[in-house]
Nanobody
Framework: QVQLVESGGGLVQPGGSLRLSCAAS????????MGWFRQAQGKEREFVAA?????LHADSVKGRFTISRDNAKNTVYLQMNNLKPEDTAVYYC?????????????????WGQGTQVTVSS
């Protein structure tokens, strides 16, 4: 059974940093696209970043967030720097083997439960 478990969320001041982790289990994920999405209260879920054959970051986080992965640990990370209040959301990890070569399609088969990130002074 596939499981994705996010961690690393919390409360941070504007300009601060956080690193989210997503531990995957249940299969080998090296040939899966791994993605990060977020959903702010009252808003639709939006794409943040993905990693498969390459990497892709949303324009809103480019230059501030960086996705990376450690295939040996089946873990994907999201390093978030220079956080802004508008980054406040629940962040979700996702995985899908179909997206490895198609990072611009955001329908994923597997999802984690999410971790809350709050940026506030």
């Amino acid at each position: 059974q596939v499981q994705l478990v996010e961690s690393g969320g919390g409360l941070v001041q504007p300009g601060g940093s956080l690193r989210l982790s997503c531990a995957a289990s249940g299969r080998t994920f090296s040939n899966h696209a791994m993605g990060w999405f977020r959903q702010a209260q009252g808003k639709e879920r939006e794409f943040v970043a993905a990693m498969g054959w390459g990497t892709l970051h949303a324009d809103s986080v480019k230059g501030r967030f960086t996705i990376s992965r450690d295939n040996a640990k089946n873990t994907v990370y999201l390093q978030m720097n220079n956080l802004k209040p508008e980054d406040t959301a629940v962040y979700y990890c996702a995985a899908d083997p179909r997206r490895y070569w198609d990072l611009r399609t955001y329908e994923y088969d597997y999802w984690g439960q999410g971790t809350q990130v709050t940026v506030s002074s």
